[in-house]
């Protein structure tokens, strides 16, 4: 067998992973928390900031958009931000909250990504407003952020109190007291004096649908807040060096309900005739923000160079068993750019869990690489590479982070004890039982690899994988290409939950019919069985 350093000695999470002290909530970037002095370092300080952030082509996107507003040079003035569940809409927009505090705040380096033609006379003195919905009650009269002592009830109120203070507040106190929308010529006056300025509005649906069909509240009725957001872009539009930005969530899962689907249809009525900027966050930015925020970034360049090109070797070599694009030179460099997790793991999770609406495309890959990190690295796991067969699903807590967002999450836990992962799995008894299997764990690979890459599809058409691909999930070099398909063989044999067409694989919730005639089989007594065939011989 050809001998890889394992990762862990190429490169060390970063520190709260390794030692698994991080908390799944560090990894929601919260506006809220920022603007009032109470977030962590990596999210409050810019540098720390920019530096566990890959700046992603719709951070570049949005920046230089609003930059170029906002030193009068043109572009939109009301930038609306669609991304998936969990897909970066919060984190784009801090980006640009930093930006505008001050760019000599953050590494030069940083900038090299946006436009250079902003960057010599950046927006001097910008005044920013931040409202983040589901950090305001509509019930009651709340603190400006940024402004102790002052209290308003509206968005409007906080929005005109953060960009002026107690002067910008006067000028629309009226309005705020009485929860009545002050119109878009009083916010262009507004704009106006405060500008250059920027209204980053996140969350503004969750703030709005709590209104909905109750009334009037300190925070004003639905009708008004949502005839807001119509003034709001009016004014915004009139004036040349102010820029508006809202967030408007994609998934049900955001939009809560009946009151949240009218609430977003209002606003997006009032908002959509600006310009959109989706943030199709692909796979390749995917890794690079989970390598930033979980690795640190030294690395041995020429042991990991080593190991890409021995997997890449392999891809090329055997050519004929994994799958087309395994072995151009696109993939060797994925292999680099992604390591040392493999490509193919963020393409399930970003191109297969993705899809299901309890997943969340940013934060749910971030809490789950953070545990299987963590527990891989205190384990002494000796693979080159993280792969999906590598996965410890064993470890409840890493099965837990894929099994919450399966529609069946209940049923899949057994299944992952009995058959996938667990100690007396059959995967790990068929490892046991055979030595050449057991020195890579190749039968426990291949189950792991086969549930990451179908369990989330059991109810899709689409659903299993080929074996092209359960070899470019589990195999590493130095091991027989055939190794994971006899171990596969074996699995099938044995499994309750495995299903074949012929040419792909899969897991299921439901038990195979093979195993469900055995089960049957067992259930009918010998003196039955007997019975009947002395009677069909007579």
């Given at each position: 067998?050809?001998?890889?350093?394992?990762?862990r000695?190429?490169?060390?999470?970063?520190?709260?992973?390794?030692?698994?002290?991080?908390?799944?909530?560090?990894f929601?970037?919260?506006?809220?928390?920022?603007?009032?002095?109470?977030?962590?370092k990596?999210?409050?300080?810019?540098?720390?900031?920019?530096?566990?952030?890959?700046?992603?082509?719709?951070?570049?996107?949005?920046?230089?958009?609003?930059?170029?507003?906002?030193?009068?040079?043109?572009?939109?003035?009301?930038?609306?931000?669609?991304?998936?569940?969990?897909?970066?809409?919060?984190?784009?927009?801090?980006?640009?909250?930093?930006?505008?505090?001050?760019?000599?705040?953050?590494?030069?380096?940083?900038?090299?990504?946006?436009?250079?033609?902003?960057?010599?006379?950046?927006?001097?003195?910008?005044?920013?407003?931040?409202?983040?919905?589901?950090?305001?009650?509509?019930?009651?009269?709340?603190?400006?952020?940024?402004?102790?002592?002052?209290?308003?009830?509206?968005?409007?109120?906080?929005?005109?109190?953060?960009?002026?203070?107690?002067?910008?507040?006067?000028?629309?106190?009226?309005?705020?007291?009485?929860?009545?929308?002050?119109?878009?010529?009083?916010?262009?006056?507004?704009?106006?004096?405060?500008?250059?300025?920027?209204?980053?509005?996140?969350?503004?649906?969750?703030?709005?649908?709590?209104?909905?069909?109750?009334?009037?509240?300190?925070?004003?009725?639905?009708?008004?807040n949502?005839?807001?957001?119509?003034?709001?872009t009016?004014?915004?539009?009139?004036?040349?060096?102010?820029?508006?930005?809202?967030?408007?969530?994609e998934?049900?899962?955001?939009?809560?309900?009946?009151?949240?689907?009218?609430?977003?249809?209002?606003?997006?009525?009032?908002?959509?005739?600006?310009?959109?900027?989706?943030?199709?966050?692909?796979?390749?930015?995917?890794?690079?923000?989970?390598?930033?925020?979980?690795?640190?970034?030294?690395?041995?360049?020429?042991?990991?160079?080593?190991?890409?090109?021995?997997?890449?070797?392999?891809?090329?070599?055997?050519?004929q068993?994994?799958?087309?694009?395994?072995?151009?030179?696109?993939?060797?460099?994925?292999?680099?750019?992604?390591?040392?997790?493999?490509?193919?793991?963020?393409?399930?999770?970003?191109?297969?869990?993705?899809?299901l609406?309890?997943?969340?495309?940013?934060?749910?890959?971030?809490?789950?690489?953070?545990?299987?990190?963590?527990?891989?690295?205190?384990?002494?796991?000796?693979?080159?590479?993280?792969?999906?067969?590598?996965?410890?699903?064993?470890?409840?807590?890493?099965?837990?982070?894929?099994?919450?967002?399966?529609?069946?999450d209940?049923?899949?836990?057994p299944i992952?004890?009995?058959?996938?992962?667990?100690?007396?799995?059959?995967?790990?008894?068929?490892?046991?039982?055979?030595?050449?299997?057991?020195?890579?764990?190749?039968?426990?690979?291949?189950?792991?690899?086969?549930?990451?890459?179908?369990?989330p599809?059991?109810?899709?058409?689409?659903?299993?994988?080929?074996?092209?691909?359960?070899?470019?999930?589990?195999?590493?070099?130095?091991?027989?290409?055939?190794?994971?398909?006899?171990a596969?063989?074996?699995?099938?044999?044995?499994?309750?939950?495995?299903?074949?067409d012929?040419?792909?694989?899969?897991?299921?919730?439901?038990?195979?019919?093979?195993?469900?005639?055995?089960?049957?089989?067992?259930?009918?007594?010998?003196?039955?069985?007997r019975?009947?065939?002395?009677?069909?011989?007579?």
């Open positions: 067998m050809t001998e890889l350093t394992p990762w000695k190429v490169v060390k999470p970063q520190k709260d992973v390794a030692q698994g002290k991080y908390v799944a909530a560090e929601a970037a919260d506006l809220s928390s920022v603007i009032s002095g109470k977030a962590s990596e999210y409050a300080d810019p540098k720390e900031f920019f530096k566990r952030t890959h700046i992603t082509k719709g951070i570049v996107r949005l920046v230089d958009m609003a930059m170029l507003r906002m030193t009068g040079k043109g572009g939109q003035p009301i930038l609306q931000l669609k991304t998936v569940f969990g897909g970066g809409k919060t984190h784009t927009m801090l980006a640009l909250y930093h930006l505008l505090n001050g760019i000599k705040k953050v590494d030069s380096s940083v900038l090299t990504a946006f436009d250079p033609s902003w960057q010599g006379s950046p927006p001097k003195k910008a005044n920013i407003a931040v409202l983040v919905g589901t950090a305001l009650n509509p019930t009651k009269a709340t603190e400006v952020a940024g402004h102790p002592g002052l209290m308003a009830r509206t968005l409007w109120g906080h929005l005109a109190g953060q960009l002026g203070g107690t002067d910008g507040y006067a000028m629309v106190e009226e309005s705020d007291s009485k929860g009545i929308p002050p119109g878009s010529d009083t916010l262009l006056d507004v704009f106006n004096r405060f500008s250059p300025c920027c209204i980053i509005i996140d969350e503004a649906v969750a703030y709005v649908r709590g209104l909905y069909e109750q009334g009037t509240a300190s925070g004003g009725n639905w009708d008004g949502t005839t807001f957001f119509q003034q709001w009016e004014a915004t539009s009139k004036c040349e060096t102010a820029i508006g930005v809202i967030s408007i969530p998934s049900d899962v955001e939009i809560g309900g009946v009151a949240g689907q009218k609430t977003k249809d209002a606003i997006e009525h009032v908002v959509k005739r600006q310009d959109d900027i989706g943030i199709p966050l692909d796979t390749d930015e995917g890794f690079e923000i989970v390598k930033r925020r979980l690795f640190d970034m030294n690395i041995d360049e020429d042991l990991r160079e080593t190991t890409v090109i021995a997997f890449h070797k392999m891809y090329q070599d055997e050519s068993v994994f799958p087309k694009n395994a072995s151009d030179a696109e993939y060797f460099e994925r292999l680099r750019s992604c390591y040392p997790i493999h490509p193919e793991v963020f393409d399930q999770l970003y191109g297969t869990w993705s899809q609406e309890r997943f969340q495309r940013t934060r749910g890959v971030l809490r789950l690489m953070a545990k299987v990190i963590s527990t891989l690295w205190q384990g002494n796991d000796n693979s080159p590479m993280i792969l999906p067969g590598t996965i410890p699903l064993f470890e409840k807590e890493v099965a837990g982070e894929f099994t919450r967002n399966l529609p069946e209940a049923v899949w836990d992952i004890t009995t058959e996938i992962d667990g100690n007396k799995s059959i995967s790990h008894v068929i490892d046991g039982t055979n030595p050449l299997y057991g020195q890579t764990q190749m039968a426990r690979r291949v189950a792991r690899t086969l549930f990451i890459g179908t369990a599809r059991v109810q899709s058409k689409a659903r299993g994988l080929e074996k092209s691909s359960i070899l470019l999930g589990s195999l590493e070099p130095g091991v027989p290409v055939s190794r994971p398909t006899d596969l063989s074996h699995i099938t044999n044995r499994s309750a939950n495995l299903y074949e012929g040419r792909r694989f899969w897991y299921d919730t439901q038990k195979n019919l093979k195993r469900e005639a055995e089960e049957r089989a067992r259930a009918i007594e010998d003196f039955r069985v019975d009947l065939i002395m009677k069909l011989l007579i």
